[in-house]
């Protein structure tokens, strides 16, 4: 997806408001985060004369940029106005504190401690302003694609210094490989950065930590909903119809690559930027900001499988294991992003989903064997072709193969029955898993079959119903992955009872034709008695040939291994009574009326079979 196209899931143009009205001054935090110790050796080598200039210095710099008493610091944003000048304010107000801090230990009641704590809520007022802004006027470049992309082609950019990033037409960052977009995002983030410091070295980390919550949390549910990620529950679920559940997990799966791999990723990145000065504080808001979505988003398939209105499809298992293999291919990245104490409940959800996931695939699995076992269909299927079972239980076996590696770790443990003959799998890493499963799964499939076989009144026709059934199971092995599981040995031998099961259908269906000319065919004959076996084999190779027109052998190769089989048995034995016993007949009315066929006219009716 194109960058840009990408940044409008994430980017809308309103933000949450945020009001720094006079009623709501900053105070000193009262939250849990540790800060960085200050350097008591430092601040009590300050001067007075160093604390007159730091406080004159911050008291300009302060006020000139106090909305309250500027129109032009209320007009104006100081980091977009003046990249040296914000770096300046900051300083200002890190010495301040400094200050504070040596003025505190000397006299908690001077009055240059009260003037410096009423110049440090201005100050700080002003960089929860710009801190505002910033977020909510960098959405579209803040958003966590162009936070990832910042990451993997900037990584030399990302650790700058704040003084090494001036303003944007001065900013060289690495060159033509970071775009406009990443350029932006990474002078947002070093602004971001240096603000949340100053204020959280201040002891103002509440009031950081919310405004920024506050933002990136809507822009995290924002984008989860444009995902098509929302609650859901079990009864809702039960009253969908069959594609709309289809497209709820298409868009899961959608949701958690993109999730995965930009969304969170790239969240992850920005707020271990932004707080970097504080491990506990980056724990914090990450946590705040995407736990619940990510829960939210692993705890879907969960949902999904306590549905209990009736049971799904048998086709539903492949979407089952997409959502399997999306949490599997994940896992590094639910593990290292989501690796705080603070979001355990997302990888809980993860592998709870996970696990579940695994046993309803084991559970549909032997759901679909017993339906095997328990097909009920009555009417023989015409010509002995191939029937519906066999069509429906290989096409599914086929697909399955295509996650043979996913199967193998879920079917890990799955103990086959004692006489269960063993495939020759080329993948030994699946043999005892995948291999062993689809072995059983059409063992089940041929005893099924041989059941059905019996439904023909006709024996002939039951082994022609076993040979088409068993070349299509065999074809299909060959056409799919089925080949690299169950491998060449499995394949020949189960050829070999094709051709079995063919040659008892020629034996029992075109044996009556044969036994119509004499057991010696170069024994002497009267002309009665030829015109008599001419006769006889006019009849039968009619009867047959009407009788058989009417069978099936849908593989092209198996029905012409059948017709040359049989075009060989009865043409060459009719050729040589033809040859011997056609002059036996009498005249040539009398061959007409007996001889009906050439050996050439019988190998080009039986061309016409099947």
């Given at each position: 997806?194109?960058?840009?196209?990408?940044?409008?899931?994430?980017?809308?143009?309103?933000?949450?408001?945020?009001?720094f009205?006079s009623h709501?001054?900053?105070?000193?935090s009262?939250?849990?985060?540790?800060?960085?110790?200050?350097?008591?050796?430092?601040?009590?080598?300050?001067?007075?004369?160093?604390?007159?200039?730091?406080?004159?210095?911050?008291?300009?710099?302060?006020?000139?940029?106090?909305?309250?008493?500027?129109?032009?610091?209320?007009?104006?944003?100081?980091?977009?106005?003046?990249?040296?000048?914000?770096?300046?304010?900051?300083?200002?107000?890190?010495?301040?504190?400094?200050?504070?801090?040596?003025?505190?230990?000397?006299?908690?009641?001077?009055?240059?401690?009260?003037?410096?704590?009423?110049?440090?809520?201005?100050?700080?007022?002003?960089?929860?302003?710009?801190?505002?802004?910033?977020?909510?006027?960098n959405?579209?470049?803040?958003?966590?694609?162009?936070?990832s992309?910042?990451?993997?082609?900037?990584?030399?950019?990302?650790?700058?210094?704040?003084?090494?990033?001036d303003?944007?037409?001065?900013?060289?960052?690495?060159?033509?490989?970071?775009s406009?977009?990443?350029?932006?995002?990474?002078?947002?983030?070093?602004?971001?950065?240096?603000?949340?410091?100053?204020?959280?070295?201040?002891?103002?980390?509440?009031?950081?930590?919310?405004?920024?919550?506050?933002?990136?949390?809507?822009?995290?549910?924002?984008?989860?909903?444009?995902?098509?990620v929302?609650?859901?529950?079990?009864?809702?679920?039960?009253?969908?119809?069959?594609?709309?559940?289809?497209?709820?997990?298409?868009?899961?799966?959608?949701?958690?690559?993109?999730?995965?791999?930009?969304?969170?990723?790239?969240?992850?990145?920005?707020?271990?930027?932004?707080?970097?000065?504080?491990?506990?504080?980056?724990?914090?808001?990450?946590?705040?900001i995407?736990?619940?979505?990510?829960?939210?988003?692993?705890?879907?398939?969960?949902?999904?499988?306590?549905?209990t209105?009736?049971?799904?499809?048998?086709?539903?298992?492949?979407?089952?294991?997409?959502?399997?293999?999306?949490i599997?291919?994940?896992?590094?990245?639910?593990?290292?992003?989501?690796?705080?104490?603070?979001?355990?409940?997302?990888?809980?959800?993860?592998?709870?989903?996970?696990?579940?996931?695994?046993?309803?695939?084991?559970s549909?699995?032997?759901?679909?064997?017993?339906?095997?076992?328990?097909?009920?269909?009555k009417?023989?299927?015409?010509?002995g072709?191939?029937?519906?079972?066999?069509?429906?239980?290989?096409?599914?076996?086929?697909?399955?193969?295509?996650?043979?590696?996913?199967?193998?770790?879920?079917?890990?443990?799955?103990?086959?029955?004692?006489?269960?003959?063993?495939?020759?799998?080329?993948?030994?890493?699946?043999?005892?898993?995948?291999?062993?499963?689809?072995?059983?799964?059409?063992?089940?499939?041929?005893?099924?079959?041989?059941?059905?076989?019996?439904?023909?009144?006709?024996?002939?026709?039951?082994?022609?119903?076993?040979?088409?059934?068993?070349?299509?199971?065999?074809?299909?092995?060959?056409?799919?992955?089925?080949?690299?599981?169950?491998?060449?040995?499995?394949?020949?031998?189960?050829?070999?009872?094709?051709?079995q099961?063919?040659?008892n259908?020629?034996?029992?269906?075109?044996?009556?034709?044969?036994?119509?000319?004499?057991?010696?065919?170069?024994?002497?004959?009267?002309?009665?008695?030829?015109?008599?076996?001419?006769?006889?084999?006019?009849?039968?190779?009619?009867?047959?040939?009407?009788?058989?027109?009417?069978?099936?052998?849908?593989?092209?190769?198996?029905?012409?291994?059948?017709?040359?089989?049989?075009t060989?048995?009865?043409?060459?034995?009719?050729k040589?009574?033809?040859?011997?016993?056609?002059?036996?007949?009498?005249?040539?009315?009398?061959?007409?009326?007996?001889?009906?066929?050439?050996?050439?006219?019988?190998?080009?009716?039986?061309?016409?079979?099947?």
């Open positions: 997806m194109p960058a840009k196209g990408m940044r409008s899931l994430f980017f809308h143009g309103k933000a949450p408001s945020f009001s009205s709501s001054s900053p105070s000193r009262s939250i849990s985060f540790p800060t960085p110790q200050r350097n008591s050796s430092a601040a009590s080598n300050i001067s007075e004369t160093m604390v007159e200039e730091i406080l004159e210095n911050a008291a300009v710099m302060i006020m000139k940029w106090n909305p309250e008493s500027s129109a032009f610091g209320k007009l104006t944003s100081l980091f977009y106005e003046s990249k040296p000048e914000a770096r300046q304010f900051i300083k200002c107000v890190n010495d301040l504190q400094r200050v504070m801090h040596v003025l505190v230990s000397d006299d908690p009641t001077s009055e240059k401690l009260v003037h410096s704590h009423s110049l440090m809520q201005i100050a700080i007022k002003r960089l929860q302003k710009e801190f505002y802004q910033i977020l909510s006027m959405r579209a470049h803040l958003d966590p694609e162009s936070v992309s910042r990451s993997r082609s900037s990584r030399a950019a990302s650790s700058m210094s704040d003084d090494d990033i303003d944007g037409e001065d900013a060289d960052l690495s060159g033509d490989s970071i406009e977009v990443e350029h932006v995002s990474s002078i947002a983030m070093a602004d971001l950065k240096s603000i949340a410091e100053c204020m959280i070295s201040s002891g103002y980390a509440k009031e950081c930590v919310h405004i920024y919550n506050m933002i990136r949390k809507s822009i995290i549910d924002e984008a989860m909903y444009k995902l098509g929302e609650r859901i529950s079990s009864s809702q679920i039960n009253k969908m119809d069959r594609e709309i559940l289809e497209l709820k997990i298409k868009n899961w799966l959608n949701a958690v690559k993109v999730s995965m791999t930009i969304l969170f990723n790239g969240e992850r990145i920005l707020c271990d930027h932004v707080f970097a000065i504080s491990k506990s504080i980056r724990e914090s808001c990450f946590s705040h995407a736990r619940e979505a990510a829960a939210l988003l692993f705890g879907f398939p969960q949902v999904l499988l306590t549905k209105k009736k049971n799904y499809p048998e086709e539903t298992i492949f979407r089952l294991l997409d959502m399997y293999t999306a599997s291919e994940h896992w590094p990245e639910i593990e290292s992003i989501f690796g705080f104490e603070s979001t355990a409940t997302v990888r809980s959800e993860a592998i709870n989903s996970f696990v579940r996931l695994s046993e309803s695939v084991r549909m699995l032997s759901q679909f064997e017993i339906s095997i076992q328990k097909d009920s269909s009417s023989a299927v015409a010509g072709g191939v029937h519906p079972l066999t069509l429906r239980v290989m096409s599914y076996l086929s697909l399955l193969t295509d996650y043979s590696n996913v199967l193998a770790d879920i079917f890990i443990d799955w103990t086959p029955p004692a006489k269960l003959p063993q495939p020759e799998s080329e993948d030994t890493s699946v043999t005892t898993a995948m291999s062993l499963r689809m072995v059983w799964l059409i063992l089940v499939l041929v005893c099924k079959l041989d059941e059905k076989a019996k439904q023909y009144k006709e024996v002939s026709l039951s082994y022609l119903f076993l040979a088409n059934n068993l070349q299509h199971v065999i074809s299909a092995v060959r056409t799919s992955n089925l080949q690299y599981l169950l491998g060449g040995e499995w394949m020949s031998k189960h050829e070999a009872k094709v051709r099961f063919a040659a259908y020629e034996r029992l269906a075109w044996g009556i034709v044969l036994s119509s000319l004499p057991e010696n065919i170069s024994a002497e004959m009267s002309g009665q008695e030829a015109r008599l076996f001419f006769r006889n084999f006019n009849f039968s190779l009619e009867e047959t040939y009407q009788k058989q027109k009417l069978n099936a052998v849908p593989d092209a190769k198996l029905r012409e291994e059948i017709k040359a089989s049989v060989k048995k009865l043409v060459s034995v009719y040589e009574f033809y040859d011997m016993h056609k002059v036996s007949v009498g005249g040539v009315r009398n061959a007409a009326m007996y001889v009906r066929f050439t050996p050439e006219d019988v190998a080009h009716y039986l061309s016409n079979l099947y």
